[in-house]
């Protein structure tokens, strides 16, 4: 993979500026999406051809036990398609791809409160202002660690997984020796207690406790909770249904959100948040996301030269998914979930995955419509499963790459 010499920010197109007549959709409990139906509809509204998505909900099904497979263009609903514990209104644990929920509530936070954190993501927060918690430090080099730092994974921060491993620069991955990660118990020490295994900004490595340590700052500086903040600043604007944060666990109940992930949304509120990174930040009237930091998450960061990776996102800057335009930009989770935006297109995709245990409604407590058990146990295809944590994932690019290739050009 041939990398820039220098970061680059690139002004990539948003489905937003060219529209007309911007369409948003109500809620769902009065209305919901508009959606296009029957072959017909989805070629002449959506722009859409049905037969080319069939093998993308295919690949999809080979991947995991539970899931499905949604499709929004020009704000239609084109494409929903469940199976196993899987349906639209099922609040499973999204895993990682919640990271990009606590990434976009960074990006509205450094908006919102840039005359409280003018360095925005420069920002040095291991001391007394922003992470208090975290003193005396363990490590003196977390003295240099930035915001930009953490939401790029590049602070140093050990990796996770049974083979975790750092980039620097494209280069060979180099093996890391597993260390002990998040403990859910004690979520915010363990995550401000991860060892680093190169200076910050020297390498890439995929490690949770950087995105949740983001989400520590984003306490001190709104002085509201990640779940709070982010049901303020995008859940009530965009009607989201019932969703939380997996916070139960048997008894023990965590005091935080995972910064890192384990968000539960209805299918069809993980396409607004989508559709409003699509169309610059938008819902209606109301500027929810700067466009700024929607197109810092779609190329290359100066706080990562190593990966396309950009607070939180993967990006196609590079066009590393040859099947995809290069201002894709999605986010995965354990599992198989992912959420792909790709706003040259007006084109959202959602793809569900999930294992058995994370449609477990105790996680939420939120009363869950009745379950399909009949993939119950079901074991992937090894040349389709999905692994969090590194850029590859055949299932995971051939999904997107499959949809955009249904994009009628005519």
């Known amino acids: 993979m041939k990398l820039p010499v220098l970061p680059i920010l690139l002004l990539l197109p948003l489905a937003h500026l060219a529209a007309e007549v911007p369409y948003f959709p109500p809620p769902d409990s009065a209305g919901g999406w508009r959606e296009a139906r029957t072959e017909k509809e989805i070629r002449d509204l959506a722009g859409m051809d049905l037969v080319k998505l069939e093998p993308a909900f295919e690949i999809t099904q080979r991947s995991t036990p539970n899931g499905g497979l949604l499709v929004l263009r020009h704000g239609h609903l084109c494409f929903e398609r469940y199976f196993g514990r899987a349906s639209r209104m099922a609040n499973p644990d999204m895993a990682s791809t919640g990271k990009a929920f606590c990434s976009i509530a960074c990006g509205i936070m450094l908006e919102e409160y840039k005359a409280k954190i003018p360095q925005g993501l420069d920002t040095k927060v291991f001391n007394q202002t922003w992470l208090p918690e975290a003193l005396p430090l363990?490590?003196?080099?977390?003295?240099?660690?930035?915001?930009?730092?953490?939401?790029?994974?590049?602070?140093?921060?050990?990796?996770?997984?049974?083979?975790?491993?750092?980039?620097?620069?494209?280069q060979k991955p180099?093996?890391?020796?597993?260390?002990?990660?998040?403990?859910?118990?004690?979520?915010?020490?363990?995550?401000?207690?991860?060892?680093?295994?190169?200076?910050?900004?020297?390498?890439?490595?995929?490690?949770?406790?950087?995105?949740?340590?983001?989400?520590?700052?984003?306490?001190?500086?709104?002085?509201?909770?990640?779940?709070?903040?982010?049901?303020?600043?995008?859940?009530?604007?965009?009607?989201?249904?019932?969703?939380?944060?997996?916070?139960?666990?048997?008894?023990?109940?965590?005091?935080?959100a995972n910064g890192a992930g384990s968000t539960a949304l209805h299918a069809t509120d993980v396409l607004r948040f989508g559709y409003c990174l699509a169309h610059g930040g938008k819902w209606?009237?109301?500027?929810?996301?700067?466009?700024?930091?929607?197109?810092?998450?779609?190329?290359?960061?100066?706080?990562?030269?190593?990966?396309?990776?950009?607070?939180?996102?993967?990006?196609?800057?590079?066009?590393?998914?040859?099947?995809?335009?290069?201002?894709?930009?999605?986010?995965?989770?354990?599992?198989?979930?992912?959420?792909?935006?790709?706003?040259?297109?007006?084109?959202?995709?959602?793809?569900?995955?999930?294992?058995d245990g994370q449609y477990d409604p105790s996680l939420t407590l939120i009363p869950q419509p009745p379950q399909n058990h009949e993939?119950?146990?079901?074991?992937?295809?090894?040349?389709?499963?999905?692994?969090?944590?590194?850029?590859?994932?055949?299932a995971l690019w051939r999904v997107l790459e499959m949809t955009c290739a249904a994009v009628r050009v005519d």
């Open 174 to 256: 180099q093996p890391l020796k597993p260390v002990p990660g998040q403990n859910i118990r004690d979520l915010d020490n363990s995550s401000l207690g991860i060892p680093l295994w190169c200076d910050p900004g020297a390498g890439y490595s995929y490690s949770s406790p950087s995105p949740h340590i983001a989400s520590i700052v984003l306490r001190h500086v709104t002085g509201m909770e990640l779940k709070e903040y982010i049901n303020e600043r995008l859940a009530k604007p965009q009607g989201w249904g019932e969703w939380d944060y997996c916070l139960h666990r048997g008894e023990f109940l965590m005091p935080h």
């Open 284 to 355: 209606g009237d109301q500027q929810l996301v700067p466009v700024d930091y929607i197109r810092r998450c779609q190329s290359w960061s100066p706080y990562n030269p190593h990966t396309p990776f950009s607070l939180q996102w993967e990006h196609n800057a590079d066009g590393h998914v040859a099947g995809a335009p290069r201002d894709a930009f999605w986010k995965s989770g354990a599992g198989g979930f992912c959420l792909y935006v790709v706003p040259s297109l007006d084109l959202v995709i959602y793809k569900l995955g999930g294992k």
């Open 138 to 170: 363990n490590d003196p080099r977390k003295a240099e660690i930035t915001l930009g730092h953490l939401l790029c994974m590049t602070a140093g921060c050990w990796g996770e997984g049974q083979t975790p491993s750092g980039y620097v620069k494209g």
């Open 375 to 394: 993939r119950d146990n079901w074991q992937a295809i090894p040349s389709t499963a999905f692994h969090e944590g590194t850029l590859g994932g055949q």
